[in-house]
C-alpha cells in the first residue's frame, strides 16, 4: 500500500510559563511510517504522549522539531509540521477527522445534529444526514429517547457514543481517534469496534489510541508504544 504519513523526529515539550518557565518534555525524536488503510495502535502508559502525538498529527500543538509529512489524497505530501493554517484547515475539512477522548458539547445542540453535522458539513442534505445519524446512534445502543436531547447532560458513556458516531459517520479518510470505547460496555465496544472496520474496508487509515487489549488486538494491524516520550516498540500486529 502506499504510504499515508511520514513522521520524522518529532520532538515535543511544554513551557509553563507560570511555573517559572518549567520544562515538560512529551515526545522525543520520535519517528514512524504508516501506511494507506492501516490501523495504527498507539499505547503507553498514562503520560507517555500519546495524545500529544496525535495533537501534532492533527496540528493542534506545534511541534518543536521535526516533520509529519502527509500523503494527501490529491497526491502531494504536506509537513503538517510546518504547513500553514489555510492548508492545515483545508486537510481537516476534506480528509482528517480528530476524535479526541470526551466529546466536546456544543450547547442546546441536539444528538443527532451533533453527528449530523459531520456530514452537512461535507454538502450533504440535512434530512438525509439526520436519517443516517439515526441510523448509527440507534447501531451504537443510545436510546431512542435522547437523539432529539442535548448530549451536555448525558453519561459518560451516551457522549461517547455520540462521539464516536461523529467521527466515523462521514467515513474520513484519515481518522486519529482517541479512546474511543473506555467508557462503553463490551457490546457496544464490539459494535465500534466493527464500524471502524468497515471503515476501514473502504480504505480509512486510522491512529487509535487505547488501554484496552481487545480492542487493540481485533483493530490494529500496526502497532506503535511509547515510553516516556519515545518510541519503545513499532511491530506489525
Ligand atoms: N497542553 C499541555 N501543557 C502542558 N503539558 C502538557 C500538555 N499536554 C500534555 N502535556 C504533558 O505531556 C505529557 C504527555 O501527555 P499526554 O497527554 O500526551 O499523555 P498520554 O499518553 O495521552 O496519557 P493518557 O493515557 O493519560 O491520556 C504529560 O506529562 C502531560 O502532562
Ligand atoms: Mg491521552
Redesign the pocket.
Known amino acids: 500500500m502506499p504510504t499515508l504519513l511520514k513522521v520524522q523526529n518529532v520532538s515535543k515539550h ?1 513551557q ?1 510559563h507560570i511555573q517559572n518557565n518549567k520544562h ?1 518534555p ?1 515526545l522525543h525524536d520520535v519517528s514512524f511510517e504508516m501506511d494507506q488503510g492501516d490501523i495504527l495502535g498507539l499505547t ?10 496525535m495533537k501534532c498529527i492533527y496540528r493542534t ?1 506545534l511541534v518543536n522539531s521535526g516533520t509529519i509529512q502527509l500523503h494527501t489524497d490529491s497526491g502531494a505530501v504536506v509537513d503538517l509540521a510546518t504547513a500553514n493554517e489555510h492548508e492545515v484547515l483545508k486537510i481537516r475539512k476534506t480528509e482528517m477527522f480528530y476524535c479526541s ?1 470526551f466529546l466536546s458539547v456544543i450547547p442546546r445542540v441536539p444528538a443527532v445534529d451533533v453527528v449530523a453535522e459531520s456530514l452537512t458539513r461535507k454538502g450533504h442534505d440535512h434530512a438525509e444526514a439526520r436519517a443516517r445519524a439515526r441510523d448509527l446512534l440507534d447501531q451504537l445502543g443510545l436510546p431512542q429517547e435522547l437523539w432529539d436531547a442535548f448530549p451536555a447532560t448525558f453519561s459518560g458513556g451516551e457522549q461517547q457514543r455520540v462521539n464516536v458516531a461523529r467521527a466515523i459517520i462521514a467515513a474520513p479518510r484519515f481518522l486519529l481517534i482517541d ?1 474511543p470505547t473506555a467508557s462503553l460496555d463490551a457490546k457496544t465496544k464490539d459494535v465500534v469496534i466493527d464500524l471502524v472496520l468497515a471503515l476501514k474496508a473502504r480504505g480509512t487509515s486510522v491512529v487509535l ?1 487505547t ?1 484496552d487489549q481487545h480492542t487493540l488486538e481485533r483493530m490494529s494491524s500496526r502497532r506503535l508504544h ?1 515510553e516516556f ?1 519515545r518510541v519503545r516498540e513499532l511491530a506489525t500486529a
Open positions: 511544554f509553563l515538560i512529551a503507553g502508559k498514562s503520560g507517555s504522549g500519546k495524545s500529544s502525538l500543538y477522548q479512546e489510541i488501554h511509547l516520550g
